[in-house]
């Protein structure tokens, strides 16, 4: 029964989340919301919103004092990236095609680390534990952006690019994350007026409805493929079918097995087992489109990630709780 009334919270927040998403997904697909808008939302979230959020909550709460192994989340965001290409890697073992086997690798082992865990940690944790679960997230996501934005371009091209530079490592969400601990190291943060505060926190809270409406609308720009090749299309569903089962079942299996084992505070198992439960990365797409000549899977993977995850992570997070309570 407990198992049965955790799947059933978590389920209504995560179609809460697929609804509010659905707003971006129809605005899209109806083309009441164009690319260059789409772009523009996406620019104002990440560079914006997203790290007005970040820098508030490092100031405002966080310490080296209160987090003194802050620098374990970093490690844990690498050890998930490192566990899911090596699963990637086993379930791909098979397949010829190295440019399948590149993208279906990063599609296992890359995840939509910052958004959907935004909003569910905003919304299953209670309100005397929320700052703490998204300092967890922030330092996380320092580890993780770093990774993909480096690593994952130079893998998923298949080669190193020209054009890629040292400071595409420093995204707004990064360079929100080391101004607010240099801040609180030289101890300048608590001097920060709360009329500056203030705005910040408003620019803050706006990114927990604006990343669920950007990421509906990011599938829905989506290019999936439209070729009739029946074998092809045959082809492309088992390997989509064996991406769920390695992303979204064996992962967050394995992660519940370490959790058991290991037995961590309850907000960092809730982390990682959520990291390990949530879909393949939006970025991906996005480096795809940047970095690669032709896609393969990438959209398909991402699209019906997102779609199984509507059953997969409440049903995890569900186990999760019963393990950990």
């Given at each position: 029964?407990?198992?049965?009334?955790?799947?059933?919270?978590?389920?209504?927040?995560?179609?809460?989340?697929?609804?509010?998403?659905?707003?971006?997904?129809?605005?899209?697909?109806?083309?009441?919301?164009?690319?260059?808008?789409?772009?523009?939302?996406?620019?104002?979230?990440?560079?914006?919103?997203?790290?007005?959020?970040?820098?508030?909550?490092?100031?405002?709460?966080?310490?080296?004092?209160?987090?003194?192994?802050?620098?374990?989340?970093?490690?844990?965001?690498?050890?998930?990236?490192?566990?899911?290409?090596?699963?990637?890697?086993?379930?791909?073992?098979?397949?010829?095609?190295?440019?399948?086997?590149?993208?279906?690798?990063?599609?296992?082992?890359?995840?939509?680390?910052?958004?959907?865990?935004?909003?569910?940690?905003?919304?299953?944790?209670?309100?005397?534990?929320?700052?703490?679960?998204?300092?967890?997230?922030?330092?996380?996501?320092?580890?993780?952006?770093?990774?993909?934005?480096?690593?994952?371009?130079?893998?998923?091209?298949?080669?190193?690019?020209?054009?890629?530079?040292?400071?595409?490592?420093?995204?707004?969400?990064?360079?929100?994350?080391?101004?607010?601990?240099?801040?609180?190291?030289?101890?300048?943060?608590?001097?920060?007026?709360?009329?500056?505060?203030?705005?910040?926190?408003?620019?803050?809270?706006?990114?927990?409805?604006?990343?669920?409406?950007?990421?509906?609308?990011?599938?829905?720009?989506?290019?999936?493929?439209?070729?009739?090749?029946?074998?092809?299309?045959?082809?492309?569903?088992?390997?989509?079918?064996?991406?769920?089962?390695?992303?979204?079942?064996?992962?967050?299996?394995?992660?519940?097995?370490?959790?058991?084992?290991?037995?961590?505070?309850?907000?960092?198992?809730?982390?990682?087992?959520?990291?390990?439960?949530?879909?393949?990365?939006?970025?991906?797409?996005?480096?795809?489109?940047?970095?690669c000549q032709e896609e393969k899977i990438i959209s398909q993977g991402i699209f019906f990630s997102h779609i199984a995850s509507l059953i997969t992570i409440p049903l995890f997070l569900a186990i999760f709780n019963l393990i950990a309570l």
């Amino acid at each position: 029964m407990k198992l049965l009334f955790y799947f059933n919270s978590v389920s209504q927040i995560m179609l809460q989340i697929f609804l509010l998403g659905l707003v971006g997904f129809v605005l899209t697909r109806r083309k009441l919301l164009s690319p260059e808008g789409l772009t523009g939302l996406t620019t104002f979230l990440i560079g914006v919103s997203f790290p007005a959020l970040i820098f508030w909550q490092v100031i405002t709460k966080f310490s080296f004092s209160l987090y003194p192994q802050w620098w374990i989340f970093p490690l844990i965001s690498l050890a998930i990236t490192l566990l899911g290409l090596a699963l990637g890697y086993f379930f791909s073992f098979s397949r010829r095609d190295i440019k399948y086997r590149r993208e279906f690798i990063s599609l296992v082992g890359f995840q939509n680390a910052g958004y959907m865990p935004l909003i569910l940690l905003n919304r299953i944790v209670s309100n005397n534990e929320a700052d703490t679960a998204l300092i967890y997230l922030f330092l996380f996501l320092l580890g993780f952006n770093l990774v993909i934005w480096s690593w994952g371009v130079y893998f998923l091209s298949g080669q190193k690019r020209k054009d890629f530079s040292l400071g595409s490592l420093f995204s707004p969400p990064v360079i929100a994350v080391l101004l607010g601990f240099l801040l609180v190291a030289l101890k300048i943060n608590p001097f920060i007026p709360g009329f500056v505060l203030g705005p910040l926190e408003m620019l803050g809270n706006c990114s927990f409805p604006l990343a669920v409406v950007v990421v509906g609308a990011s599938l829905a720009e989506l290019r999936l493929s439209d070729r009739q090749d029946i074998a092809d299309r045959l082809g492309e569903k088992k390997i989509i079918f064996k991406l769920i089962l390695a992303k979204l079942v064996v992962l967050p299996l394995l992660g519940l097995l370490l959790i058991r084992g290991l037995r961590p505070p309850y907000l960092v198992g809730l982390l990682v087992i959520l990291e390990l439960a949530v879909p393949s990365a939006n970025s991906l797409a996005v480096i795809s489109r940047r970095y690669c000549q032709e896609e393969k899977i990438i959209s398909q993977g991402i699209f019906f990630s997102h779609i199984a995850s509507l059953i997969t992570i409440p049903l995890f997070l569900a186990i999760f709780n019963l393990i950990a309570l």
